[in-house]
């Protein structure tokens, strides 16, 4: 993100690009349930927030801060294959995940509408 974008959303802008990649990861896992040796990953959001939010964070910020807060997802339900993906409990991260995104558009979507409302004044 550029600096004016970053500074007039604020979290917001980073914290929708984070839930994206979480959506990305939870969703490779589904993909992934029936591959053997598969091993689940999770994103630890709030750790990738606060790097990427940091200071020192730099130009690559973002992405760097994702990677480092991946992590294996320890398997609830041990399988013969080595496959860490349990069906079910992946649903119910991704649902969750999803109104965590959605929540995250709306503040954007709200900070770009008082934008636009002072822009155009209506």
């Not at 604020?10 to 690009?17: P, Q």
């Not at 807060?69 to 649903?91: H, I, K, M, Y």
């Amino acid at each position: 993100m550029t600096e004016p974008t970053s500074s007039f959303l604020g979290i917001h802008g980073t914290a929708l690009a984070l839930r994206e990649q979480r959506l990305q990861l939870l969703a490779t896992n589904m993909a992934n349930a029936d591959t053997p040796g598969y091993k689940a990953q999770d994103l630890d959001f709030n750790r990738a927030l606060n790097a990427a939010m940091a200071p020192t964070a730099g130009v690559d910020g973002l992405h760097g801060a994702a990677q480092a807060s991946r992590f294996e997802r320890a398997s609830s339900q041990p399988s013969l294959d080595g496959n860490t993906v349990d069906g079910e409990r992946e649903q119910a991260t991704f649902a969750q995940a999803t109104l965590e995104y959605r929540a995250s558009l709306s503040f954007v979507e709200s900070k770009v509408r008082s934008m636009l409302t002072a822009i155009t004044g209506q």
